[in-house]
């Protein structure tokens, strides 16, 4: 750990640096074409990825490891460059620290959609790099991680080989150009080896060289090609280190309890039960509620409840009927966000028009580790473990709750147990960070009991979906989608203190892009007034809006008389998007005929990966079963296919648990959903076969952690109604249906 500490001390060092005894070497960034917007003399920032000591090589990555195998994917762009064998590989994740914001990030908020490859959309995509670097945001999210750190990372593993061949060089007293790198050392004309732990000081005197050419494809050796993830030992052994796992003499353990009326203030309380129950050692009023110090965590969750509370009512409308109501009072012209996509004329479209409307509801992440944090306040020094996709914002949430500077507080991002946006929030540093403050000197662990953590959460806004269309010589002639929830990015600038400046993305997102060439299509955004604490949930704003759109052309099809596979592709205008859609159909045989089953297909481009899904169920005397389930991606160059199919299969999982049963409803303002009881995923034994295809258009590298979850939802609905022949346009499918 003290090496993180050190690593985050020394981001910015220009050239090499010794850490701890070792060399971590960088990459340098924007020297050109315009300069740096941080350095004063325009040098660019140093990012340190590889670190060389005496044990070996360690590739530090910037972004957290939540179960989607990033920081091995990460680590094999370094090593592949550094031509570092895969058994020799170690891993550990970056400090806190501006060196390793996300770029990627912001490249979403260009207004071209991700099918545009022209001039103009890919410069203002590089522009975009100058505010990220600006703002430095370091964030583990968007499926931007790997195009973040394609070419970076990589560049640095190439830096680093060649300052460790330039000080073998010199030790030898030849020709840079006569040494070559094989194993994890530097091999010179005679075939001696000396190894890159051997090098790494006298590496460390000199500046580093500028980033040679990076490999083509044709050689890569680890890149492109199935790896063992480098997180699988330590998890399958149960040694992996997540938050709740630290321990530390002295250690006392903690829960929260806030006002389920989210954000409004507590009253008061009455504790004298809970303060002399076994193993309770404190009660700490929190701004919203308390926490409650114990022996153990169990101690600690027991006594919360025996606290009587006074609870200040919220400030949003009670009900889930109140806010849905208030969603569909919001489709005004005052209340319109913002209008992406708007070819053609929908309003001087004549003829018969079809109407339809779509619901669906608040969803929680529910990730299968609770908020959790470990914190220790001692000497005006703040020391945090936390599993988070911010680690930057963490930091800095966690001193001013604490009463400290951001450089007072040391950060270890620990492994998480799922994240899918929930993990980009502060509050458990918040919660942890402000026990310790009260416990000075004493180590405390803070754990969420479930409910706790499944009724507090920052939620996946409710959404209604309006479609307008019409139809012409069996295809789509006007396609008008008016789309409506709460803000996600309102609620977050508050939480943050931080402006809003124009229109939210996030409410069209996964709806404007969509590759069709209707004539008369146009995508309009309407933002809701803000009700409970929203924020970003796997897929953000694509898996709303990759089930209204996608049903909605569904329905179209069928309304058609046309083979809705067949319908998609007739009218889609991307090549990559087409593909995708036939690999699925032919992977899940479309068109042949299944007694007693039937296939849904649906399709949608999200965070830059074109992706189908077909879903297949059948009736069964129990209930509906599902008993097939195929996906066809794109991400343009696949740098670790299984791990891909991994994230695919995942997310379509997580997208089917929702739509069958995900729903959080309030009443009298709180939330009714405690636990996995009543907010249940998918079990193992109702999950079907799942078959994956990665393809590569040779395009922008995509990320996935995300694509695979908009079209579950509009494929299972569509399966369902080929079945039943009953359309249902309101999540979750289980208000209708009956699943096995």
């Excluded at 912001?106 to 670097?133: G, Y």
């Excluded at 507590?266 to 926490?291: C, Q």
Aim: charged fraction near 20%; proline fraction near 7%.
């Amino acid at each position: 750990m003290s090496r993180i500490g050190t690593i985050a001390r020394r981001t910015f060092l220009i050239g090499s640096a010794a850490i701890a005894g070792g060399v971590a070497f960088g990459t340098w960034r924007y020297l050109k074409p315009y300069a740096n917007p941080l350095a004063a003399d325009n040098a660019g920032a140093i990012t340190p990825y590889v670190l060389i000591d005496a044990t070996g090589v360690t590739i530090v990555t910037p972004r957290a490891e939540m179960g989607q195998g990033i920081q091995s994917t990460l680590a094999a762009l370094v090593a592949e460059e550094l031509d570092l064998p895969w058994d020799q590989v170690r891993v550990m994740h970056g400090p806190p620290a501006k060196a390793y914001y996300n770029a990627a990030m912001f490249e979403e908020a260009v207004p071209f959609s991700p099918t545009d490859q022209s001039r103009m959309a890919n410069s203002l995509r590089a522009a975009m790099h100058i505010p990220a670097k600006f703002l430095a945001v370091q964030l583990t999210g968007g499926s931007t991680s790997i195009p973040d750190g394609y070419e970076k990372m990589r560049a640095a593993g190439a830096v680093a080989r060649a300052a460790l061949i330039n000080a073998a060089a010199a030790r030898l007293g030849v020709a840079a150009a006569s040494l070559s790198t094989e194993g994890g050392a530097v091999v010179a004309p005679d075939g001696s080896r000396i190894a890159y732990t051997d090098l790494a000081v006298d590496a460390a005197r000199a500046d580093l060289p500028d980033a040679p050419p990076l490999k083509p494809r044709s050689e890569w050796k680890l890149l492109g090609r199935p790896l063992p993830r480098v997180d699988v030992l330590a998890k399958s052994t149960g040694t992996a280190r997540f938050a709740g796992d630290v321990r530390l003499p002295g250690m006392r353990f903690a829960t929260v309890r806030m006002n389920p009326h989210l954000g409004a203030p507590m009253n008061g309380f009455d504790a004298s039960t809970a303060e002399t129950m076994p193993g309770v050692e404190r009660i700490i009023p929190l701004p919203g509620g308390v926490a409650v110090v114990a022996q153990t965590t169990w101690h600690a969750i027991q006594a919360a409840e025996a606290i009587r509370f006074d609870w200040a009512p919220a400030a949003y409308p009670p009900t889930s009927a109140q806010m849905r109501d208030q969603i569909a009072a919001s489709f005004t012209k005052e209340r319109l966000d913002a209008t992406p996509r708007d070819d053609g004329d929908v309003t001087a479209v004549t003829g018969e028009l079809w109407q339809a409307e779509y619901h669906v509801p608040h969803l929680a992440h529910a990730t299968m580790e609770p908020m959790q944090a470990a914190a220790i306040l001692k000497d005006g020094k703040l020391t945090l473990w936390v599993g988070t996709q911010a680690p930057g914002l963490a930091q800095q949430f966690a001193a001013a709750a604490a009463g400290l500077e951001t450089a007072d507080v040391e950060v270890h991002t620990t492994v998480m147990g799922g994240g899918f946006g929930r993990r980009a929030e502060v509050d458990a540093s918040v919660y942890a960070a402000q026990v310790a403050r009260a416990m000075e000197g004493t180590p405390v662990l803070v754990t969420w009991s479930r409910e706790e953590d499944m009724s507090h959460d920052m939620f996946r806004p409710m959404a209604t979906g309006r479609v307008t269309a019409s139809l012409s010589g069996g295809r789509i002639n006007s396609f008008d989608l008016a789309t409506c929830s709460p803000s996600i990015m309102e609620t977050l600038s508050e939480r943050a203190n931080l402006p809003l400046a124009g229109p939210d993305s996030t409410i069209s997102q996964g709806a404007w892009e969509q590759p069709y060439g209707f004539a008369h299509y146009r995508v309009a955004a309407y933002r809701a007034p803000k009700t409970v604490p929203l924020g970003f949930w796997r897929s953000v704003g694509a898996s709303v809006n990759g089930f209204f759109h996608d049903c909605a052309v569904d329905e179209l099809a069928h309304l058609a008389g046309a083979d809705p596979l067949e319908f998609r592709l007739s009218q889609m205008t991307h090549d990559p998007s087409r593909k995708v859609l036939e690999a699925v159909a032919e992977m899940s045989s479309w068109g042949t005929p299944r007694p007693g089953k039937a296939l849904g297909v649906a399709f949608c481009l999200s965070f830059g990966v074109p992706t189908a899904e077909v879903i297949e169920v059948e009736q069964g005397t129990d209930g509906i079963r599902l008993t097939g389930a195929w996906a066809a991606v794109d991400v343009g160059v696949a740098l670790d296919p299984a791990n891909i199919e991994a994230q695919v299969t995942g997310a379509m999982v997580f997208g089917l648990s929702a739509a069958i049963r995900g729903q959080i409803t309030f009443a009298d303002g709180q939330v009714q959903e405690q636990n996995f009881y009543d907010y249940e995923p998918l079990r193992l034994y109702q999950c079907p076969d799942i078959q994956v295809r990665v393809l590569e258009s040779g395009g922008p590298i995509r990320g996935i952690g995300e694509p695979g979850t908009p079209p579950a939802a509009p494929a299972l609905a569509n399966a369902l109604f080929a079945l039943t022949g009953t359309r249902v346009r309101e999540l979750p499918l289980a208000k209708t249906f009956t699943f096995a």
